[in-house]
């Protein structure tokens, strides 16, 4: 397949999908992966689209959530630095809320240094792994979402409301230059909010790549949390 007939499909199946992973354009196009990421180059430098690491998503698709299998491979190292400063906020004893995020996800090896916690989560992945190293946790249950692996709804709600954690850890699409975190997902801005209301101490958790990006849901503002985490300074005045 000439390049700009391949460059006309990869946009073809991101117009149906919003996003798409390296490795199945490079099946479905009988194309190396080597060849499809310097498709996805010359596309991302023309405006099509936006790379991220293993896959792209379609520009002007604001509302199209980045699936977690493709949000769990960015900025990796951000992620798990964040983590560790979230970590030490944990201890023995506590009754933790975590939600579906990826960079909530990275949190997981680190509890296992503490006893006797609780967690409970909307996101079966982080479930799982929780159980792998011998974590006691609840999941929520509720309507799945598909790109998020995450339960929301109002069951996976009822299921937050029956209790009160000693902390939650969480993250959001976007953060203000002015402290503002949104989201473009309803649902999972609703059960963000539920959770916020049911945790005696809240900590944000955002990688300096969602600096600047506004969506149309508010979540709570910077001010409303413990303390907020981020890889790089915050560009606004922290005010508790």
């Not at 998503?57 to 959530?65: D, I």
């Not at 960015?74 to 201890?91: D, G, M, N, P, T």
């Not at 967690?119 to 479930?127: A, D, F, G, L, R």
């Amino acid at each position: 397949m000439i390049p700009n007939s391949r460059h006309e499909e990869i946009l073809q199946i991101l117009r149906q999908r919003g996003t798409v992973a390296v490795s199945r354009l490079a099946g479905e196009l009988y194309a190396s992966e080597a060849t499809i990421r310097r498709d996805l180059t010359v596309l991302e430098e023309q405006g099509m689209l936006r790379r991220v690491h293993g896959g792209a998503v379609l520009l002007g698709s604001a509302e199209q959530e980045i699936p977690l299998y493709l949000r769990e491979r960015e900025r990796h190292l951000e992620k798990s630095r964040i983590a560790q400063r979230a970590v030490e906020e944990v201890f023995n004893g506590a009754t933790i809320l975590l939600d579906a995020s990826s960079t909530v996800l990275h949190m997981v090896p680190l509890l296992s240094r503490f006893s006797d916690l609780t967690v409970i989560t909307n996101s079966p992945k982080t479930s799982l792994a929780l159980a792998e190293y011998r974590i006691k946790n609840y999941c929520t249950g509720g309507a799945l979402l598909g790109g998020s692996i995450a339960y929301v709804g109002s069951r996976a709600e009822r299921a937050i409301r029956e209790i009160q954690a000693d902390l939650l850890f969480f993250s959001c699409r976007g953060l203000g230059l002015e402290g503002r975190l949104s989201d473009s997902a309803l649902d999972e801005t609703s059960i963000r909010q539920v959770m916020l209301e049911h945790s005696n101490k809240q900590f944000g958790l955002c990688d300096s790549s969602k600096l600047g990006r506004e969506y149309l849901h508010t979540l709570c503002h910077a001010g409303d949390l413990t303390d907020l985490f981020c890889d790089k300074p915050l560009p606004f005045v922290w005010k508790k």
